[in-house]
């Protein structure tokens, strides 16, 4: 009676949306009673609409109640969780949308404990009791709820699907064995369960020795990235201190000098002063001595004039002015120009060893690099679709087919002014930048001379004809000069014969991270011609060079 009047509190108490004891319990105007959050929740959901309604009576209402807590319930709440009253326990719950029903309960159904695989039925706690106490019941197989137990079903003859088809790796019931699956290779379900589970616990195996082995990589690769930022951590430390060291050794250099120059600037001007203040002296006196000459020479008493002239004080030693040698404009400046020698000394080292560094940097790699390409499928996997930008063309060639074929024409065609083009030098840039791992072909056709196909940086030189401009002749492009013959490779203005089958396409690779630039001759097969190893500190750029009338060079789609 008492367990029955508990189950009574419970269902007074609790919330008919979430089937949970009320918290914080708010009344609608209809008398039913809520969770605040849920009826809210409830009400949002209606709030397009316009109307809000009790989810027990429908009773709607205009506009959105305001809601208030209703104290009593709420007390009344507290004072039964004193007594007793707790949240029904899951297994006893009402079944919500997302559960599975008991299927023998009538009107508020539970949710299921167990679902039968010979009755197809689920059962809540209570109506489950005859298959856990009943001898005939013990027997049958139990599962987890399951709402999909008709699917065990054979839908053509009705009965429990017992069997498998291996032939068409389907269910069948016993009936289905003997009629349409007659001849075919079947077992029981079990048996192909038993069969399939072994094949299971092997793949789990398989995939847990895995997961063993990656958790082992992933241990490995933190203990890398820990020491790899250690080092590199370590490696800008040392660094700064070496640079703040030099940068002391210059500033020391720099406080030395000028307090030489200081020094010698004071030595120098003292000398300069001592001898300028001996020069307005004798400068005073001599001004002086023409002053009494004057006066004698002014006087018309002869016996006066003879009588004074010879008490006229004779003249003092010149301090010889004329000797004095002014060099003009040439004071310190040899100590400027020694000073200016240091420091292109200095970017010259500073230069080199950039290189040097870079190179090293570069050379930490910690994971291992995928293997570059070595069959046409291995290099069409990396195909990149190269156009021609029709701004940096030189005036006498001619874009077609989509921006992908150029044509030296021989004529100025009359191309409007922009700071991309080419002037001097027949050559054109692809509109696209490479970066990462690109592979592209080129077609040409020869009619004399032969057909330059060039990567490059952007910033290469575009006005005029100098080497600075010129594809594979300056330290910002590198090129294949591909003749009717022969090939050759040229960097920096230095040519390096290439030997190999002569084709009028050649692929280009390019791993710009790796710093890898290769060229291929290419027919039925791929043949390296050349294959470059260096650093790249920019975004590259695809290019060809046309000198010939009527030559052409076309960037191919590739599949």
């Keep these: 009676m008492a367990q029955q009047e508990n189950h009574l509190d419970r269902e007074r108490f609790c919330c008919s949306i979430c089937l949970d004891p009320l918290k914080d319990p708010v009344t609608t105007g209809c008398g039913h009673s809520y969770c605040k959050s849920c009826i809210n929740t409830h009400w949002d959901k209606e709030e397009e609409r316009g109307s809000y309604s009790c989810p027990q009576c429908r009773q709607t209402f205009t506009p959105r109640p ?4 209703n104290t009593m319930l709420a ?4 004072e039964l969780k004193k007594t007793g009253l707790q949240a029904a326990p899951a297994d006893n719950c009402y079944a919500g949308p997302e559960d599975v029903a008991c299927d023998v309960c009538t009107g508020r159904k539970l949710k299921a404990l167990k679902s039968c695989l010979n009755c197809l039925a689920s ?4 109506h489950l009791q005859p298959h856990l106490q009943s001898a005939p019941f013990k027997k049958h197989k139990l599962v987890e709820p399951s709402e999909k137990l008709q699917e065990n079903i054979c839908s053509r003859h009705d009965e429990l699907m017992k069997m498998f088809c291996r032939t068409d790796q389907q269910c069948i019931c016993y009936l289905c064995s003997v009629e349409e699956h007659k001849g075919h290779d079947t077992v029981s379900a079990a048996a192909e369960r038993t069969e399939r589970q072994r094949e299971l616990g092997l793949r789990r195996q ?4 895995r997961v ?7 241990k490995l690769l933190q203990q890398e990235e820990e020491a790899l ?7 800008v430390e040392d660094s700064e201190e070496i640079f703040t060291e030099l940068i002391r050794l210059l500033e020391k250099r720099s406080s030395d000098v000028k307090q030489q120059i200081r020094s010698q600037q004071e030595t120098e001007v003292s000398r300069v002063r001592e001898l300028q203040e001996r020069l307005e002296q004798e400068i005073t006196e001599l001004k002086r001595k023409d002053h009494e000459l004057k006066q004698l020479s002014d006087t018309e008493d002869h016996n006066q004039f003879l009588h004074n002239y010879p008490s006229l004080s004779p003249l003092s030693g010149s301090t010889h ?4 040698r002014i060099r003009p404009l040439r004071y310190f400046e040899d100590v400027t120009a020694a000073v200016s020698q240091v420091r292109g000394r200095l970017q010259d080292i500073l230069s080199e060893t950039e290189t040097k560094i870079l190179q090293i940097v570069s050379q930490v790699d910690v994971l291992l690099r995928e293997p570059e390409p070595e069959t046409i499928a291995d290099f069409l996997k990396y195909s990149q679709e190269i156009t021609l930008d029709p701004n940096t063309a030189n005036s006498n060639l001619l874009l077609s087919e989509g921006h992908r074929k150029v044509t030296y024409m021989g004529k100025d065609l009359s191309y409007s002014d922009h700071p991309d083009r080419f002037t001097g030098s027949l050559q054109v840039l692809s509109r696209e930048s490479l970066t990462g791992r690109c592979y592209w072909e080129v077609e040409m056709e020869m009619k004399l001379r032969g057909v330059y196909v060039a990567i490059t940086y952007k910033n290469i030189s575009k006005p005029g004809n100098s080497l600075e401009c010129l594809f594979g002749f300056n330290d910002k492009s590198w090129s294949l000069f591909c003749d009717k013959n022969s090939y050759s490779f040229y960097f920096n203005n230095i040519k390096t014969p ?7 396409r050649v692929g280009v690779y390019l791993d710009h991270s790796a710093g890898v630039l290769s060229f291929y001759s290419v027919s039925d097969t791929m043949t390296l011609l050349h294959r470059v190893q260096t650093i790249f500190t920019q975004p590259l750029y695809a290019g060809v060079r046309v000198y010939y009338t009527e030559s052409t060079a076309k960037f191919c789609k590739l599949k």
């Excluded at 007390?75 to 507290?78: G, N």
């Design 123 to 126: 059962y809540c706690e209570k």
């Design 206 to 209: 398989t995939i847990q020795q």
């Design 75 to 78: 007390d009344s709440l507290e």
């Design 229 to 235: 930022n250690g080092s590199a951590d370590k490696a």
């Design 212 to 218: 063993q082995d990656s958790e082992k990589d992933v």
């Design 66 to 69: 305001v809601l208030g807590k």
């Design 321 to 324: 002015s004329s000797s004095i």
């Design 498 to 504: 290439v030997s190999g089958p002569v084709s009028s």
